[in-house]
């Protein structure tokens, strides 16, 4: 694919955050991005690589008023050569096509996606931060620009890629983290666009987590929409349970994510001795069990976070500690493993890793 690269003249050169400790998440950007036009005339087109900076859009575009708007997220890491290595990102792609078409959009060419991704993350190299922990937060995202008020498929949209370096997505580290079981309020139904990784289901939640971070809380526990009984992924992450030494995670059901880092710990879990399954989990029986020990651990995956154990669930009111509140041994083991491999310090023997 053609790609045209604007020189970065030196005033448009950003400092380096090199601390860790202040790189937090998502707060610093890398000096270029990828951007690509799509219209019905000329289909995808005008692919360039840019000075990062901002978008001159009309007031009538359809992404403010109409919420059409898909995205992704994927990390590269520094590898022990001092190599760059992208995880699964033909995965973020294949997501990302598959939120596009719930959305109306135009499909993102692979081309487009994996080469204009790569050349981005070559040119950004040395953005890619070197201490442990540490990584570089890539965000994929498309969004309707055709200057018109009416809800329609918008026919012309956007598809860019930006990139920031990151440091631990919790500011505490790898610890347990509280959370709250919402039994009033959804982030979304079957059918609706759950599955899709769309702006207006992270809306939907934010009212929940609010009131959560509030009373104490780090996270907010979803129910489903129909019953408010089933447990369905955890604030921006899917969840895990470690029950009689079953790792179970409840079945995709279309109205919650299905998560890269989900699938790679479900499949990395088998070679590790662990058995695996998929069932759907109800938060009366779950509160049960871990107050009877045969709920073991808990944990979210994610992207941002790859794994994040959880310490404590409050559902109800009523506050119930898992184990003894730390971090399980096999929580420590999935994330150990896959950090592993992602870092380079283990065999990928999966083919996950794309080496630019």
Not at 8 to 31: N, S
Not at 152 to 170: D, H, L, N, T
Request: aromatic content about 10%; glycine content about 10%.
């Amino acid at each position: 694919m053609e790609i045209a690269i604007e020189p970065l003249r030196e005033q448009q050169k950003k400092r380096k955050e090199t601390d860790p400790a202040k790189l937090g998440f998502g707060r610093h950007f890398t000096d270029r991005m990828l951007v690509a036009d799509w219209s019905k005339s000329k289909e995808w087109h005008d692919v360039r690589i840019v000075p990062y900076g901002p978008f001159l859009l009309d007031p009538s575009a359809a992404v403010f008023h109409y919420g059409q708007e898909v995205f992704e997220g994927l990390k590269a890491y520094r590898q022990g050569d001092s190599s760059i290595a992208l995880f699964r990102p033909e995965m973020n792609l294949t997501r990302l096509n598959r939120s596009a078409a719930r959305l109306a959009f135009p499909p993102v060419p692979a081309e487009l996606f994996l080469e204009g991704m790569d050349e981005l993350a070559r040119l950004e190299r040395d953005w890619v931060p070197e201490s442990k922990g540490t990584s570089l937060y890539i965000r994929p995202a498309l969004i309707a620009t055709e200057a018109a008020l009416g809800v329609k498929p918008a026919g012309e949209c956007r598809f860019f890629i930006i990139m920031s370096p990151v440091g631990a997505y919790y500011a505490s580290g790898f610890k347990p983290v509280r959370i709250l079981v919402e039994d009033r309020l959804v982030r979304a139904a079957p059918g609706g666009t759950g599955e899709a990784k769309t702006g207006g289901n992270y809306a939907a939640s934010l009212i929940s987590g609010r009131e959560a971070v509030k009373r104490g809380f780090d996270q907010v526990l979803w129910l489903d929409a129909v019953q408010h009984r089933f447990v369905e992924e955890v604030g921006a992450m899917n969840i895990f349970f470690v029950i009689d030494g079953c790792l179970v995670s409840p079945p995709l059901s279309g109205s919650f994510l299905a998560g890269i880092t989900r699938d790679s710990i479900m499949k990395l879990a088998p070679t590790l001795g662990l058995a695996v399954a998929e069932r759907p989990l109800a938060i009366d029986d779950l509160m049960a069990g871990i107050k009877s020990g045969r709920v073991q651990e808990v944990f979210g995956s994610g992207t941002a976070a790859v794994v994040s154990p959880v310490g404590t669930l409050c559902y109800r009111d009523e506050l119930v500690t898992i184990g003894d509140g730390s971090a399980g041994k096999v929580t420590q083991l999935l994330y150990d493993s896959l950090t592993d491999i992602q870092y380079g310090r283990s065999p990928d023997r999966f083919g996950w890793m794309h080496k630019l």
